[in-house]
């Protein structure tokens, strides 16, 4: 069975950090490219940042410079280090994958920054 899980969200200050993480199961992880998304209340789901098999990542224009996206394939793993985070992105997170052709979803992680 595939499953994601994620963890390390919680509530921030403006400018503060947080680690997120997210345990991968079920599925042959290092073939995969890996995914974070957010979705802010009454908003669509966007693509934060993505990480290859080979590690190369890709960022959304609005976290450029602020977040990282990492894995570590021995622990089946996927990490969204995020900095200097803003009010408006209080969101949940959520690890995503591909898999048969299907989006695998965790159930995702929620992240309040208070201003």
């Known amino acids: 069975q595939v499953q994601l899980v994620e963890s390390g969200g919680g509530l921030v200050q403006a400018g503060g950090s947080l680690r997120l993480s997210c345990a991968a199961s079920g599925i042959s992880f290092n073939s995969k490219t890996m995914a974070w998304y957010r979705q802010a209340p009454g908003k669509q789901r966007e693509l934060v940042a993505t990480i290859t098999s080979g590690g190369n990542t890709n960022y959304a224009d609005s976290v450029k410079g602020r977040f990282t996206i990492s894995r570590d394939n021995a622990k089946n793993m996927v990490y969204l280090q995020m900095n200097s985070l803003k009010p408006e992105e209080t969101a949940v997170y959520y690890c995503?994958?591909?898999?048969?052709?299907?989006?695998?979803w965790g159930r995702g992680t929620q992240v309040t920054v208070s201003s």
């Open positions: 995503n994958t591909r898999w048969a052709s299907s989006d695998i």
